[in-house]
Nanobody, 125 residues
């Protein structure tokens, strides 16, 4: 079993930055495709960003492109989501997801096998 634990959420003002972290533990695989999703109140969970197992390729939702950056530190078994120029519409619970030993970029929920419990990000305008 793989455990994912997100951290770094909080309450910030519009225009601020936050960095979310996802710690991976438990059963280890050679590689993971990783992703971040978010769910705002009253809305379905949506894709935010994805990182290929090689950590070379990335994908972003149009709504965050140019503002958010996904990255990883394999030595620390962590994946990050750097968020800048935050807007009120970025308010949501952010979830980290892992797809062990998958090639390519996973942008759909069903492609991921493991999920974290989420971390709240609230952006005040």
């Amino acid at each position: 079993q793989v455990q994912l634990v997100e951290s770094g959420g909080g309450l910030v003002q519009a225009g601020a930055s936050l960095r979310l972290a996802c710690a991976i533990s438990g059963r280890t695989f050679r590689s993971y495709a990783m992703g971040w999703f978010r769910q705002a109140p009253g809305k379905e969970r949506e894709f935010v960003a994805a990182l290929s197992w090689s950590a070379v390729n990335t994908a972003y939702a149009d709504s965050v492109k140019g503002r958010f950056t996904i990255s990883s530190d394999n030595a620390k078994n962590r994946v990050y989501l750097q968020m800048t120029s935050l807007k009120s519409e970025d308010t949501a619970v952010y979830y980290c997801a892992a797809a062990p030993e998958r090639i390519g970029l996973m942008t759909h929920e069903y492609e991921y096998d493991y999920w974290g419990q989420g971390t709240q990000v609230t952006v005040s305008s």
